[in-house]
């Protein structure tokens, strides 16, 4: 089982390298990036839609609720961003685990069909590397 050291690293060398297409990655690397993401996701949207149900709850309290109101839709443009980032640096994770993988990079092209794409990241993660 890997430390949290080596994931963090895992997960941090996916967010280096989102421009690199020439390495290879293992499957640490995509199963770290992919696990990380869900989790700081998740920590976001439950923030986002926190902050907007108090927002709600505290509307007869005027500034409050406006702050309330802000800080959501902060959360939401950060939401935003951090999902355009991930996009990115997937794909570029995933040519680099399709290299490793002895395939060629066009692969990556099934990850945009709805529900293949589950499949091909399940692909992604269970096929050893090639030598």
């Known amino acids: 089982m890997p430390s949290f050291a080596e994931w963090r690293s ?30 700081i996701y998740a920590a976001l949207s ?35 961003f951090f999902l355009l980032g991930t996009f990115i640096a997937t794909i570029s994770l995933s040519v680099r685990r ?11 092209f099934w990850s945009f069909i709805p529900f293949v794409n589950l499949i091909f990241s399940i692909w992604l993660f269970i096929t050893p590397s090639k030598d």
């Not at 390298?17 to 995509?30: A, G, H, Q």
């Not at 986002?48 to 109101?69: T, V």
Request: glycine share 4%.
């Open 46 to 80: 439950v923030a986002k839609h926190l902050s907007f149900s108090l927002a709600i709850a505290f509307i007869d309290f005027g500034i409050f609720s406006m702050l309330l109101q802000f800080l959501s839709q902060i959360i939401q443009i950060i939401l935003f």
């Open 98 to 108: 399709l290299r490793d993988m002895g395939k060629n990079w066009w692969w990556v």
């Open 10 to 39: 895992s997960y941090l060398s996916g967010w280096r390298k989102s421009f690199d297409y020439e390495s290879k990655s293992s499957r640490l690397d995509c199963i770290s990036f992919d696990l990380i993401f869900i989790l």
